[in-house]
């Protein structure tokens, strides 16, 4: 039996067997970080919902389509916007498309 893949701390690679980006900087916003790991990886999965799988461009390319919409109906930057969803791809965008906007996502648990 050959040897088996390594995954954990220093080891390189995550417990999927994917190598990790580099870590943002710590003054980068997250909407930027999106951005750039678009720019970067498009085609790089980045959320696995259900039967459904999203790359950080299409989550992207939705956030900022949900953004301009949101600008339109006067959401503006520093606005709290809550957030009553389930987990899944909806909130996902929601989150990056308010930060897009500089607007403050207030996650509220629809099960409580």
Known sequence: MGPTPQSGVGSGLSASG?????????DMVI?????????????RVVLH?????LTYAEIDARAGSLAST???????????V???LLNGEPFITI?????KLGAVAVPINPTY
Do not use: C, H, K
């Open 31 to 43: 909407s930027r970080l999106l951005e750039q790991r678009a720019a970067a990886t498009p085609d």
């Open 70 to 80: 949101l600008d339109e109906m006067g959401v503006a930057r520093g606005d709290r």
């Open 82 to 84: 809550g957030m009553m």
């Open 18 to 26: 994917v190598q990790p980006l580099d870590p943002a900087p710590a």
């Open 49 to 53: 919902f259900e039967d459904s799988s």
């Open 95 to 99: 989150y990056f498309a308010l930060g």
